[in-house]
T-cell receptor
Framework: DGGITQSPKYLFRKEGQNVTLSCEQN?????MYWYRQDPGQGLRLIYY???????QKGDIAEGYSVSREKKESFPLTVTSAQKNPTAFYLC????????????FGPGTRLTVL | AQSVTQLDSQVPVFEEAPVELRCNYS??????LFWYVQYPNQGLQLLLK??????LVKSINGFEAEFNKSQTSFHLRKPSVHISDTAEYFC???????????FGGGTRLMVKP
């Protein structure tokens, strides 16, 4: 929302291929998060990062990898080890002054064929 | 550990009628509570939040929610809904460490003319 961009909005990949989803923010927020959403379900945390060059696993990190080389960018790679990668992926950010409140990007819908 | 239960997966309601979307949580520590709204194929938008202070919080578009610590609830209400309120609504809870948002399964509000 606002200063958070996720690209592309729709992504199609063949099974067995790695794919990287982009999340960029220009709000100078410290923390960034990746969630996965499956139809009819809530969101589940994949990875999060509160400072550059540091990140932590969430509840469902297996089959995913991230990097945080720059404050404004937090790309997510869905690897071939992820058994069921088709889902809606949402990136979120939070300010150091209020880490409790997260703001979400528009999402990327990944379909693995 | 913390968890969130949204008791109704779908709530159909006629336009201009009142609505309540129910949310109950469990946590062993102090919590912060949030309601997010999601329109089809979009990210989540923050609707309102309770961090501290008054237990009744309001959004700019007529929704309100009340934090009830004894009943561990944070129900969302609106006295008169519009067609444009049709969306998925998610309740979420954060612990005071500020790095983990736990979501409920969502409630689909369907406003009928």
């Amino acid at each position: 929302d606002g200063g958070i961009t996720q690209s592309p909005k729709y992504l199609f990949r063949k099974e067995g291929q790695n794919v990287t989803l982009s999340c960029e923010q220009n709000l100078n927020h410290d923390a960034m998060y990746w969630y996965r959403q499956d139809p009819g379900q809530g969101l589940r945390l994949i990875y999060y990062s509160q400072i550059v060059n540091d990140f932590q696993k969430g509840d469902i990190a297996e089959g995913y990898s991230v990097s945080r080389e720059k404050k404004e960018s937090f790309p997510l790679t869905v690897t071939s080890a992820q058994k069921n990668p088709t889902a809606f992926y949402l990136c979120a950010i939070a300010s150091g002054g209020d880490l409790n409140t997260q703001y979400f990007g528009p999402g990327t819908r990944l379909t693995v064929l | 550990a913390q968890s969130v239960t949204q008791l109704d997966s779908q709530v159909p309601v006629f336009e201009e009628a009142p609505v309540e979307l129910r949310c109950n949580y469990s946590s062993s520590v102090s919590v912060y509570l949030f309601w997010y709204v999601q329109y089809p194929n979009q990210g989540l938008q923050l609707l309102l939040k309770y961090l501290s202070g008054s237990t009744l919080v309001k959004s700019i578009n007529g929704f309100e929610a009340e934090f009830n610590k004894s009943q561990t609830s944070f129900h969302l209400r609106k006295p008169s809904v519009h067609i444009s309120d049709t969306a998925e609504y998610f309740c979420a809870v954060s612990n005071n460490a500020g790095n983990m948002l736990t979501f409920g399964g969502g409630t689909r509000l369907m406003v009928k003319p």
